[in-house]
Protein backbone atom coordinates (compact mmCIF):
# COMPACT_ATOMS: atom_id res chain seq x y z
CA UNK A 1 0.00 0.00 0.00
CA UNK A 2 1.43 3.02 -1.05
CA UNK A 3 0.94 6.39 0.98
CA UNK A 4 -1.21 8.75 0.15
CA UNK A 5 1.56 11.27 0.23
CA UNK A 6 3.88 9.56 -1.97
CA UNK A 7 2.12 10.23 -5.17
CA UNK A 8 4.71 10.60 -8.27
CA UNK A 9 4.77 14.50 -8.13
CA UNK A 10 6.88 14.02 -4.88
CA UNK A 11 8.73 11.23 -6.52
CA UNK A 12 9.56 13.46 -9.68
CA UNK A 13 10.68 16.40 -6.89
CA UNK A 14 12.73 14.06 -5.18
CA UNK A 15 14.09 11.02 -7.07
CA UNK A 16 15.38 13.26 -10.42
CA UNK A 17 17.47 15.44 -7.87
CA UNK A 18 19.25 13.08 -5.58
CA UNK A 19 20.00 10.59 -8.40
CA UNK A 20 22.03 13.90 -10.05
CA UNK A 21 23.72 14.87 -6.35
CA UNK A 22 25.01 11.30 -6.99
CA UNK A 23 26.04 11.70 -10.55
CA UNK A 24 28.11 14.99 -9.13
CA UNK A 25 29.71 13.12 -6.50
CA UNK A 26 30.30 9.91 -8.15
CA UNK A 27 32.78 12.19 -11.16
CA UNK A 28 33.06 15.49 -9.26
CA UNK A 29 33.48 14.32 -5.71
CA UNK A 30 36.66 16.36 -5.48
CA UNK A 31 34.57 19.49 -5.46
CA UNK A 32 32.36 18.62 -2.32
CA UNK A 33 31.20 22.77 -3.59
CA UNK A 34 29.95 21.59 -6.74
CA UNK A 35 27.64 19.49 -5.86
CA UNK A 36 26.37 21.80 -3.14
CA UNK A 37 25.93 24.61 -5.78
CA UNK A 38 23.69 21.95 -7.49
CA UNK A 39 21.67 20.73 -4.75
CA UNK A 40 21.12 24.91 -3.50
CA UNK A 41 20.16 25.85 -6.99
CA UNK A 42 17.54 22.84 -6.80
CA UNK A 43 16.39 23.57 -3.36
CA UNK A 44 15.94 27.31 -3.60
CA UNK A 45 14.03 27.64 -7.37
CA UNK A 46 12.00 24.09 -5.83
CA UNK A 47 10.86 26.22 -2.75
CA UNK A 48 9.88 29.19 -4.37
CA UNK A 49 8.23 27.44 -7.36
CA UNK A 50 5.72 25.92 -4.49
CA UNK A 51 5.47 28.85 -2.77
CA UNK A 52 4.36 30.24 -6.11
CA UNK A 53 2.23 27.72 -7.20
CA UNK A 54 0.66 27.36 -3.66
CA UNK A 55 -0.64 30.89 -3.59
CA UNK A 56 -1.89 30.78 -7.65
CA UNK A 57 -5.85 31.25 -7.53
CA UNK A 58 -7.66 27.76 -8.56
CA UNK A 59 -9.14 29.93 -11.28
CA UNK A 60 -6.11 31.44 -12.63
CA UNK A 61 -3.73 28.23 -12.48
CA UNK A 62 -5.16 26.55 -15.73
CA UNK A 63 -3.65 29.82 -17.73
CA UNK A 64 -0.88 30.95 -15.70
CA UNK A 65 0.67 27.70 -13.84
CA UNK A 66 2.84 26.30 -16.54
CA UNK A 67 3.81 29.50 -18.40
CA UNK A 68 5.41 31.09 -15.14
CA UNK A 69 7.85 27.75 -14.50
CA UNK A 70 10.83 29.75 -17.32
CA UNK A 71 10.21 33.15 -15.69
CA UNK A 72 10.40 31.38 -11.91
CA UNK A 73 13.43 29.34 -13.14
CA UNK A 74 15.07 32.64 -14.80
CA UNK A 75 14.55 34.89 -11.68
CA UNK A 76 16.16 32.02 -9.27
CA UNK A 77 19.42 32.32 -11.93
CA UNK A 78 19.23 35.55 -11.53
CA UNK A 79 18.80 35.85 -7.87
CA UNK A 80 21.69 33.15 -7.79
CA UNK A 81 24.11 35.12 -9.95
CA UNK A 82 23.56 38.47 -7.36
CA UNK A 83 24.07 36.02 -4.45
CA UNK A 84 27.24 34.81 -5.92
CA UNK A 85 28.70 38.10 -7.23
CA UNK A 86 27.86 39.21 -3.17
CA UNK A 87 27.41 37.39 -0.43
CA UNK A 88 29.20 34.05 -1.68
CA UNK A 89 31.90 35.98 -3.48
CA UNK A 90 35.39 35.14 -2.22
CA UNK A 91 38.06 35.04 -4.60
CA UNK A 92 36.00 35.84 -7.67
CA UNK A 93 32.48 35.51 -9.07
CA UNK A 94 32.86 31.20 -10.16
CA UNK A 95 31.42 30.93 -13.40
CA UNK A 96 31.27 27.03 -12.58
CA UNK A 97 29.76 27.59 -9.23
CA UNK A 98 27.01 30.25 -10.82
CA UNK A 99 26.38 27.01 -13.64
CA UNK A 100 26.00 24.15 -11.05
CA UNK A 101 23.42 26.11 -9.23
CA UNK A 102 21.40 27.00 -12.62
CA UNK A 103 21.25 23.37 -13.81
CA UNK A 104 20.07 22.53 -10.27
CA UNK A 105 17.34 25.57 -10.91
CA UNK A 106 16.87 24.16 -14.74
CA UNK A 107 15.98 20.82 -13.04
CA UNK A 108 13.68 22.12 -10.38
CA UNK A 109 11.41 23.87 -13.11
CA UNK A 110 11.32 20.83 -15.01
CA UNK A 111 10.37 18.81 -11.59
CA UNK A 112 7.89 21.56 -11.09
CA UNK A 113 6.17 20.13 -14.69
CA UNK A 114 4.49 17.60 -12.57
CA UNK A 115 2.62 20.23 -10.73
CA UNK A 116 1.09 22.40 -13.67
CA UNK A 117 -1.68 22.31 -15.54
CA UNK A 118 -5.81 22.43 -16.06
CA UNK A 119 -6.43 21.50 -12.31
CA UNK A 120 -4.89 23.03 -9.29
CA UNK A 121 -3.56 20.02 -7.19
CA UNK A 122 -4.66 19.64 -3.68
CA UNK A 123 -2.32 22.24 -1.31
CA UNK A 124 -0.84 19.15 0.11
CA UNK A 125 1.18 18.34 -2.69
CA UNK A 126 2.97 22.25 -2.51
CA UNK A 127 3.77 21.60 0.80
CA UNK A 128 5.26 18.18 0.89
CA UNK A 129 7.13 19.94 -2.32
CA UNK A 130 8.18 22.62 -0.19
CA UNK A 131 9.66 20.26 2.36
CA UNK A 132 11.44 18.42 0.14
CA UNK A 133 13.11 21.55 -1.16
CA UNK A 134 14.14 23.27 2.00
CA UNK A 135 16.12 19.44 2.76
CA UNK A 136 17.59 19.92 -0.91
CA UNK A 137 18.76 23.55 0.20
CA UNK A 138 20.08 22.55 3.68
CA UNK A 139 22.15 19.85 2.02
CA UNK A 140 23.20 21.92 -0.62
CA UNK A 141 24.68 24.25 1.91
CA UNK A 142 26.07 21.10 4.13
CA UNK A 143 28.24 20.50 1.03
CA UNK A 144 29.19 24.04 0.01
CA UNK A 145 30.67 24.96 3.16
CA UNK A 146 31.76 21.75 4.80
CA UNK B 1 -2.79 21.88 -22.05
CA UNK B 2 -0.13 19.51 -23.68
CA UNK B 3 1.43 22.15 -25.90
CA UNK B 4 2.66 24.67 -23.25
CA UNK B 5 4.39 22.16 -21.36
CA UNK B 6 6.35 20.93 -24.52
CA UNK B 7 7.26 24.37 -25.34
CA UNK B 8 8.39 25.13 -21.38
CA UNK B 9 10.30 21.90 -21.34
CA UNK B 10 12.36 23.25 -24.74
CA UNK B 11 13.09 26.27 -23.03
CA UNK B 12 14.43 25.01 -19.88
CA UNK B 13 16.37 22.36 -21.72
CA UNK B 14 18.13 24.97 -23.91
CA UNK B 15 18.87 26.96 -20.78
CA UNK B 16 20.02 23.66 -19.53
CA UNK B 17 22.07 22.74 -22.41
CA UNK B 18 23.77 26.22 -22.78
CA UNK B 19 24.90 25.73 -18.82
CA UNK B 20 26.19 22.31 -19.17
CA UNK B 21 28.08 23.97 -22.03
CA UNK B 22 29.38 26.87 -20.51
CA UNK B 23 30.55 24.55 -17.22
CA UNK B 24 32.68 22.36 -20.03
CA UNK B 25 34.34 25.49 -21.21
CA UNK B 26 35.28 27.47 -18.04
CA UNK B 27 37.04 24.46 -16.86
CA UNK B 28 38.55 23.57 -20.05
CA UNK B 29 39.83 27.03 -20.39
CA UNK B 30 41.48 26.79 -17.63
CA UNK B 31 43.59 24.54 -18.55
CA UNK B 32 44.79 26.99 -21.24
CA UNK B 33 44.63 24.27 -23.88
CA UNK B 34 41.48 25.66 -26.00
CA UNK B 35 42.71 29.22 -26.31
CA UNK B 36 45.59 30.78 -27.77
CA UNK B 37 48.72 32.41 -25.87
CA UNK B 38 51.24 35.19 -27.19
CA UNK B 39 52.48 36.99 -24.24
CA UNK B 40 54.89 38.06 -21.45
CA UNK B 41 53.73 37.56 -17.87
CA UNK B 42 53.17 40.82 -15.93
CA UNK B 43 51.54 39.84 -13.25
CA UNK B 44 49.98 36.32 -11.36
CA UNK B 45 47.84 36.17 -8.33
CA UNK B 46 46.72 33.31 -6.04
CA UNK B 47 43.08 33.92 -4.28
CA UNK B 48 41.59 31.52 -1.56
CA UNK B 49 37.71 30.15 -1.41
CA UNK B 50 35.89 28.25 0.33
CA UNK B 51 38.32 25.35 1.39
CA UNK B 52 42.24 26.74 0.74
CA UNK B 53 44.58 24.59 -0.71
CA UNK B 54 41.06 22.39 -2.85
CA UNK B 55 39.20 25.10 -4.73
CA UNK B 56 42.24 28.21 -4.86
CA UNK B 57 41.79 30.59 -7.47
CA UNK B 58 44.89 31.12 -9.97
CA UNK B 59 45.38 34.22 -12.65
CA UNK B 60 48.35 35.12 -14.72
CA UNK B 61 48.26 38.19 -16.63
CA UNK B 62 49.69 38.77 -20.36
CA UNK B 63 50.95 42.13 -20.99
CA UNK B 64 47.97 44.71 -20.39
CA UNK B 65 45.75 42.11 -21.77
CA UNK B 66 42.77 41.45 -18.80
CA UNK B 67 43.73 38.31 -16.57
CA UNK B 68 43.18 34.66 -17.24
CA UNK B 69 42.36 32.00 -14.42
CA UNK B 70 44.37 28.82 -14.57
CA UNK B 71 44.67 25.56 -13.31
CA UNK B 72 46.94 25.57 -10.68
CA UNK B 73 49.61 23.52 -12.88
CA UNK B 74 49.87 26.37 -15.33
CA UNK B 75 50.25 28.56 -12.50
CA UNK B 76 52.99 27.18 -10.51
CA UNK B 77 55.01 26.58 -14.54
CA UNK B 78 55.42 30.25 -15.12
CA UNK B 79 56.58 33.00 -13.53
CA UNK B 80 56.52 37.14 -14.13
CA UNK B 81 58.75 38.22 -17.35
CA UNK B 82 58.44 35.02 -19.07
CA UNK B 83 57.30 34.55 -22.76
CA UNK B 84 53.80 32.00 -23.29
CA UNK B 85 53.40 31.63 -26.41
CA UNK B 86 50.85 27.81 -28.17
CA UNK B 87 48.43 28.17 -30.56
CA UNK B 88 44.85 27.43 -30.25
CA UNK B 89 44.31 23.73 -28.57
CA UNK B 90 47.89 22.65 -28.36
CA UNK B 91 48.87 20.77 -25.39
CA UNK B 92 52.49 22.66 -25.98
CA UNK B 93 52.83 25.57 -23.98
CA UNK B 94 55.87 26.97 -24.45
CA UNK B 95 57.14 28.79 -21.55
CA UNK B 96 61.07 30.93 -22.20
CA UNK B 97 62.84 27.98 -23.45
CA UNK B 98 60.93 25.61 -22.45
CA UNK B 99 57.83 23.11 -23.26
CA UNK B 100 55.23 22.34 -20.81
CA UNK B 101 52.78 19.87 -21.27
CA UNK B 102 49.22 20.71 -20.71
CA UNK B 103 46.77 18.28 -19.56
CA UNK B 104 42.89 18.37 -18.53
CA UNK B 105 41.86 19.09 -15.23
CA UNK B 106 40.09 16.92 -12.62
CA UNK B 107 37.40 19.57 -12.98
CA UNK B 108 36.91 19.23 -16.91
CA UNK B 109 37.53 14.95 -16.84
CA UNK B 110 34.69 15.36 -14.30
CA UNK B 111 32.36 17.61 -16.07
CA UNK B 112 32.91 15.29 -19.20
CA UNK B 113 30.90 12.45 -17.63
CA UNK B 114 28.84 14.00 -15.40
CA UNK B 115 27.41 16.82 -17.97
CA UNK B 116 25.25 14.31 -19.96
CA UNK B 117 23.97 12.28 -17.29
CA UNK B 118 22.64 15.25 -15.61
CA UNK B 119 20.99 16.79 -18.94
CA UNK B 120 19.77 12.56 -19.74
CA UNK B 121 18.17 12.97 -16.07
CA UNK B 122 17.04 16.69 -16.57
CA UNK B 123 15.16 14.84 -19.83
CA UNK B 124 14.22 12.04 -18.06
CA UNK B 125 12.12 14.76 -15.56
CA UNK B 126 10.71 16.36 -18.38
CA UNK B 127 8.97 13.28 -19.40
CA UNK B 128 8.03 11.81 -16.11
CA UNK B 129 6.42 14.84 -14.96
CA UNK B 130 4.54 15.43 -18.56
CA UNK B 131 3.53 11.78 -18.97
CA UNK B 132 -0.40 11.95 -18.61
CA UNK B 133 -1.06 8.97 -15.75
CA UNK B 134 -4.35 8.70 -14.68
CA UNK B 135 -4.95 10.71 -11.43
CA UNK B 136 -5.44 8.93 -8.14
CA UNK B 137 -8.46 10.57 -6.41
CA UNK B 138 -7.87 13.31 -4.70
CA UNK B 139 -4.32 13.81 -6.66
Not at chain 1, 77 to 82: E, F, M, R, V
Not at chain 2, 36 to 57: F, N, W
Not at chain 2, 88 to 111: N, Y
Amino acid sequence: MIPTWLDRRLLVATLPALLAGVVFKLFLGHRHDYTGHFLAGYGGTLGLTMFALRVLPAERFGSLSTWSLVPLCILCIGLGAITEATIFRLAKFDEVDFCNQSLGAVLAAAAALAYVGPQKPPQRHFHFGLIAAIAFLGAGGCFAFA
Amino acid sequence: MRSPKVITAVLLYLVGLMLAAANLWFTAARSTIPIALDGVISSTAMGREKHAGLDDVFWIRLGSQPAIQVDEPVYRAVAIGQRLEKPRWSKQLRVGGHTFALTWSQDFRGMIAAMPIVLGIVAATMAAATWNLPQRPGS
